[in-house]
T-cell receptor
Framework: DAGVIQSPRHEVTEMGQEVTLRCKPISGHNSLFWYRQTMMRGLELLIYFNNNVPIDDSGMPEDRFSAKMPNASFSTLKIQPSEPRDSAVYFC????????????FGSGTRLTVV | DAKTTQPPSMDCAEGRAANLPCNHSTISGNEYVYWYRQIHSQGPQYIIHGLKNNETNEMASLIITEDRKSSTLILPHATLRDTAVYYCIVRVADDMRFGAGTRLTVKP
């Protein structure tokens, strides 16, 4: 089991550019979560999907952020246009079923917007 | 809306038990208590969860008080690799929301 796979591990981009973060959940998991972590705000839940359907996107900070899950094995988080305040570590997590199971997190993508 | 209260930091001697407390006085009857930890720059790692009974696995033990208003995570023999931020979370729904956690430092 390769775990939750995120790419890229590091991303440096210029302000105004589009950024796409990718996540492959664990096979068979049907819930997927995107988090953002900064020193100031800690770990924030941005959005989560159940069976590829977005359930709660209330944590998405602005319209510049969008997330998709076209199939059970792939999700993207897109920022367009990116701003320096978007610099953070973005984590993806998946779980087997909703309810009482724990989440498995990926290693994260460290985004730096200059 | 923080549902849990944890001390910001704790120290523990290597080889001794680490007891991390968590208060969740407003927990409802169907909410579970979860513990995760995050070692520097890595993604959070699931440790254990419970509803009302004490739980134990290969990583830790979880002790929940009878009134369920507080719990304690126990690492029986802490090692230097257990230095991390430990998060206590209560949830019933799908979303797991993290607070500030407790920064545990295991010292030689």
């Amino acid at each position: 089991d390769a775990g939750v796979i995120q790419s890229p591990r590091h991303e440096v981009t210029e302000m105004g550019q589009e950024v796409t973060l990718r996540c492959k959940p664990i096979s068979g998991h049907n819930s997927l979560f995107w988090y953002r972590q900064t020193m100031m705000r800690g770990l924030e839940l941005l959005i989560y999907f159940n069976n590829n359907v977005p359930i709660d996107d209330s944590g998405m900070p602005e319209d510049r952020f969008s997330a998709k899950m076209p199939n059970a094995s792939f999700s993207t988080l897109k920022i367009q246009p990116s701003e320096p305040r978007d610099s953070a570590v973005y984590f993806c997590a998946s779980s087997l079923v909703t309810g009482t199971y724990g989440y498995t997190f990926g290693s994260g993508t460290r985004l730096t917007v200059v | 809306d923080a549902k849990t209260t944890q001390p910001p930091s704790m120290d523990c001697a290597e080889g001794r038990a680490a007891n991390l407390p968590c208060n969740h006085s407003t927990i409802s009857g169907n909410e579970y208590v979860y513990w995760y930890r995050q070692i520097h720059s890595q993604g959070p790692q699931y440790i254990i969860h419970g509803l009302k009974n004490n739980e134990t696995n290969e990583m830790a033990s979880l002790i929940i008080t009878e009134d369920r208003k507080s719990s304690t995570l126990i690492l029986p023999h802490a090692t230097l690799r257990d230095t991390a931020v430990y998060y206590c979370i209560v949830r019933v729904a799908d979303d797991m929301r993290f607070g500030a956690g407790t920064r545990l430092t295991v010292k030689p």
